[in-house]
């Protein structure tokens, strides 16, 4: 089969997914023929996701939340008016969409919950079918636990789910733990997506905190509880990328790149991990038994943070008080069940994706070699 992929450019979550997902299908013979994301001005696209995608990758301009002058949390009446504003670039970034979809030749679009993506399939009605991929998609599950939050902004982050997910075939639900299917909303829950890297990554108990900050201006709250604590080594990935590949700021705080070989090299030795609560890197945490502290910038941060607590992950905050953390540490373990249920997402994920293409045939003289070699 030859997949399109989509992916939502905001944050790190979506693009290591895109990654994973591409790896596991060219191991199983399938592949994905070119990868567009959305991109935006307060962000640039990574440079570990151009180093490890193999198909051709493609940008087009996409809506995405704005963080507060502060740089901390998001203010979402403010992001709601700057993307209104941006209307006629939308627009056009759907036609270049709906253009590529159908020149790629693919048989299959996937979309890492980009909201172009729907609107797309809602407006021009590509011949080529969708499928879904995201944990926001648990939002929509009627079994799903919100945290007491705004309802209006629960509200609106359920319609935008419904949203990125208009006219797709299936809609795949990543989650923390198992969960029965959704029939009624059309919701199939499935592990996390983690990278090969992950499941092979050794832990180990190191001395320092390991933590990463979708938006900057956490930064400042981490260099004032530096000050008070300097004993204790810090390392922080960041997505400023104007600043220099790793800012030492002493011999105990250094912030860093985004680089996905050396964040899962410093989350395996970590002591504990601190994070504004996107789920790629909560389940990688969990993954290799690390203690979780999660600071949400947003109402959708607030939910994964909520479910990952249930999950056994660790604690919620509403800044980088980095003692609350240390403290849980010495009462944190590991959730061992998790492991079991993340290792089983490519056999579920192929089953799910060769079953939604009616045009898909497995090569039977490869079954019948393979059958012949065991022999």
């Not at 636990?145 to 319609?159: G, H, M, N, Y």
């Not at 499941?199 to 709250?221: K, R």
Request: contains cysteine; hydrophobic residues 40%; charged residues 25%.
């Amino acid at each position: 089969m030859k997949f399109l992929f989509i992916v939502q450019g905001e944050g790190r979550g979506h693009l290591t997914q895109a990654i994973t997902l591409e790896e596991i299908l060219r191991s199983n013979g399938h592949e994905v023929v070119e990868v567009l994301v959305g991109k935006s001005n307060s962000r640039r696209l990574p440079g570990f996701f151009n180093r490890s995608i193999h198909a051709p990758v493609k940008r087009f301009v996409s809506p995405n939340f704005l963080p507060t002058p502060s740089n901390k949390r998001v203010k979402l009446a403010r992001s709601v008016a700057y993307n209104l504003m941006k209307l006629p670039t939308y627009i056009n970034s759907m036609n270049y969409i709906h253009r590529r979809i159908e020149a790629s030749g693919a048989d299959m679009v996937i979309n890492f919950y980009e909201l172009l993506t729907g609107l797309t399939y809602f407006l021009f009605h590509p011949s080529v079918p969708q499928v879904c991929i995201g944990h926001q998609y648990l939002f929509l599950h009627k079994d799903f636990e919100f945290p007491k939050a705004d309802p209006v902004s629960l509200l609106l982050l359920k319609f935008f789910t419904g949203l990125t997910s208009l006219g797709a075939k299936e809609r795949l639900a990543l989650s923390f733990r198992r969960m029965k299917d959704d029939e009624q909303n059309g919701i199939r829950v499935i592990p996390p997506l983690l990278r090969r890297e992950v499941l092979l990554h050794e832990p180990y108990e190191g001395d320092y905190v390991h933590g990463y900050m979708v938006n900057s201006g956490f930064g400042d709250n981490i260099m004032d509880w530096h000050k008070k604590h300097p004993e204790t080594p810090l390392r922080f990935f960041w997505d400023k990328w104007e600043e220099e590949p790793v800012k030492k700021i002493d011999d105990t705080l250094s912030f860093y790149q985004l680089d996905d070989v050396e964040f899962l090299k410093q989350m395996a030795g970590c002591k504990a991990y601190a994070s504004t609560a996107g789920f790629e890197s909560v389940c990688e945490a969990m993954y290799l038994g690390k203690p979780i502290m999660m600071v949400p910038a947003h109402i959708e941060q607030d939910c994964n943070a909520y479910d990952a607590m249930q999950s056994g992950a660790g604690i919620i905050s509403s800044d980088f008080d980095l003692q609350r953390l240390l403290d849980f540490v010495k009462d944190y373990r590991p959730n061992r069940n998790f492991g079991y249920w993340v290792r089983g997402a490519e056999y579920t994920l192929l089953d799910l994706l060769e079953s939604n293409s009616s045009d898909y045939q497995p090569l039977l003289c490869n079954e019948m070699y393979l059958v012949e070699e065991f022999i």
